[in-house]
């Protein structure tokens, strides 16, 4: 017999799955679901998987939570998480219609991505146990990453895969890490890499400089570049870079579109440049993509 999930005994089917719809490397670092679940119950299980809840609905709603034989009798709120690590006992009835993102994290892969993309250790249970504690910043990056999900125009391997390395990164910064070690890190929030995504989505077909980034951010342009490469694990030029190799990928589906044209709506500085940024970021030049793409 498997290992029982989570997901094995929710008692309704998620609205939005990325093992469904995400690309696989991305989906590697997490699933996320989205429910909308009427009133209903969960048997009190043990999983081998920690999972987080992200409560978006607007109303406080009352909600009970068997964990290691206690039981919890609660008013849940917006913005409020719960994070129930692998191997604790849990169980749910909830008393009204749910909003909720589920997050869904396998304890060895998500140990290597602290130590081998993040650069830290994680304590040995990984991440604290907490029944109930508000964090808009987290669901903040949850929303984003549930909406990227959702939604084509932001579906790409590049996007997907920034926005779950928030979600992580902010996950590991806030319950896996001590407290000085957070400190540093904090002052980078998901809204804060929103608005520079908006910006780059917005300007990527013109100049940008660090500085335009920082501006956006609010932030000095060597702290930004600090935080933002810890953060999303490339620089902020580098992110750039790959975000227009992003778009001109979708160009590229357009035969009749000139290279010259691509690159220079594309936001770089010539043919060249662009054949040049294009190979080494996907390992083939723009014309052999095309001919792939459209043979």
């Known amino acids: 017999m498997g290992k029982l999930k989570y997901q094995d005994i929710y008692p309704s089917l998620p609205i939005l799955d990325s ?19 009427e009133p209903d119950s969960m048997p009190t299980r043990v999983f081998d998987q920690h999972h987080i809840l992200l409560n978006l609905k607007d ?45 869904t994290l396998d304890p060895t892969k998500f140990e290597r991505f602290a130590q081998t993309e993040v650069g830290v250790l994680l304590a040995e249970a990984q991440l604290k146990s907490l029944p109930q504690f508000k964090d808009p910043d987290i669901c903040h990056a949850g929303v984003m990453l549930r909406d990227a999900l959702a939604s084509k125009e932001q579906g790409s391997e590049l996007i997907y895969e920034s926005l779950a390395r928030v979600f992580l990164v902010k996950l ?42 920082a501006r956006e951010a609010a932030l000095s342009s060597s702290h930004f570049a600090q935080l933002f490469k810890r953060t999303i694990g490339l620089s902020p030029m ?8 992003e778009q001109a990928k979708k160009k590229l589906a357009r035969r009749d579109t000139p290279l010259i044209d691509i690159a220079l709506s594309c936001g770089f500085a010539d043919q060249a440049h662009f054949s040049r940024q294009f190979k080494q970021i996907q390992g083939e030049s723009p014309s052999k993509y095309r001919s792939r793409l459209l043979p």
């Not at 690590?85 to 169980?91: F, H, L, N, Q, R």
């Not at 580098?238 to 190799?245: A, D, H, N, P, T």
Request: positive net charge; contains cysteine.
């Open 19 to 37: 093992a469904k719809s995400a690309r696989a490397s991305a989906a590697d670092l997490l699933t996320l679901e989205y429910f909308e679940a």
């Open 59 to 103: 109303e406080p709603h009352r909600v009970e939570n068997w964990r290691d034989g206690e039981h919890r009798d609660f008013t849940y709120r917006k913005h409020e998480i719960i994070v129930t690590p692998a191997g604790v006992e849990s169980g749910w009835r909830w008393h009204a219609k749910s909003k909720v993102i589920v997050v």
């Open 172 to 213: 590991i910064q806030k319950y896996g890490l001590r407290e000085e070690e957070y400190t540093f890190s904090k002052s980078f929030t998901a809204k804060h890499y929103k608005c520079v995504l908006d910006f780059v989505a917005r300007c990527y077909g013109k100049s940008i400089l660090v500085e335009d980034l």
């Open 238 to 245: 580098q992110f750039v870079m790959s975000y227009r190799v």
